[in-house]
Nanobody, 126 residues
């Protein structure tokens, strides 16, 4: 059984929105640091947004800031990435990841994370 399962990806037109979900099993998600990442073939995995177990959030500077929002629902044991005003350059495989840590903040460095979902493809057409 997978620890993290992403869903919600798909094909969307420029300017559209998607909400990605990261459903956790076997762990209590709110006690973990959560990160959302994306990867385009041939490029490094890019950190998008993260949230610590205490609720501290960091959003990556640059093109996604102000358009993407991380959240979590303790009752559903699920994390989300709301993506608005999507652009063709947002096309990528999106991953959620978690790590159990005592940090008060969170990290956008993929090396900091211990468990990863399988990824979900997001394609934005022009």
């Amino acid at each position: 059984q997978s620890l993290l399962v992403e869903s919600g990806g798909g094909l969307v037109q420029t300017g559209g929105s998607l909400r990605l979900s990261c459903a956790a099993s076997g762990i209590t998600l709110e006690t973990y640091q959560i990160g959302w990442f994306r990867r385009v073939p041939g490029r490094e995995r890019e950190g998008i947004s993260c949230i610590s177990d205490s609720g501290h959030q960091i959003d990556a500077p640059g093109s996604v800031k102000g358009r993407f929002t991380i959240s979590r629902d303790a009752k559903e044991n699920t994390a989300y990435l709301q993506m608005n005003s999507l652009k063709p350059e947002d096309t990528a495989v999106y991953y959620c990841a978690v790590v159990r840590t005592s940090w008060s903040s969170c990290s956008l460095n993929h090396l900091a994370y211990a468990y990863w979902g399988q990824g979900t493809q997001v394609t934005v057409s022009s």
